[in-house]
């Protein structure tokens, strides 16, 4: 009789940071970037997507790869999580960053990250990551929830979660105020 094949007890497919990857500093500094930049209606799916407001609703804009101060800090934790937790092969940032702002209402539903036909999306998103830009105090609701409603991510600001590109989350409605996260996908070859 064969064996299972079980995960090595070390891996973990959400990752919560207990330590900053943003100073508050450079949380303002990056909602000023963000901010700078036209906004967008956020989309459901690649390329050219398309709305639906019933999917989602919020505000993005792509924060260039000009800032490198970002994506230095941004990949030195990919490789922190991805050595000491998820194991994923080879992966890199191949997308700019997206600042998106939820406005009271705002809220994007379940979701996945990742395309589950890999030859569309080379490379595949293989691990997420969103961090909280500002105070939680700023707004009500808005709260990031990972798997099922009963895993539900409390960030603090400059703090963020990492997950497996593949595993369905959601950010709920915005009751008051507004809520600003940056949003990274590091991907790589297909999955094998």
Known sequence: MA????????????????????????????????????PKEGIIGEGKGTLNHKKRRSMVSWIPFTHRWIYERLEFWMHTVNNKHMGFHQIQIGEPCQFTVYNKKHFYNWHQDSNFIFKESPPVRKMSASILLNDPKEFKGGDMQLVDDKRTAILKQGY?????SFLP??????KKGRRFS???????????
């Open 3 to 38: 064996r299972p094949i079980l995960e090595p007890p070390w891996k973990s497919y959400i990752v919560h940071t207990t330590n900053p990857i943003f100073s508050i500093d450079e949380c303002k500094r990056i909602i000023q970037i963000g901010t700078s930049v036209p």
């Open 160 to 164: 963020g979660i990492f997950f497996a």
């Open 169 to 174: 989350h959601r950010v709920l409605p915005i």
């Open 182 to 192: 940056l949003v990274v996908w590091f991907g790589g070859p297909p999955l094998s």
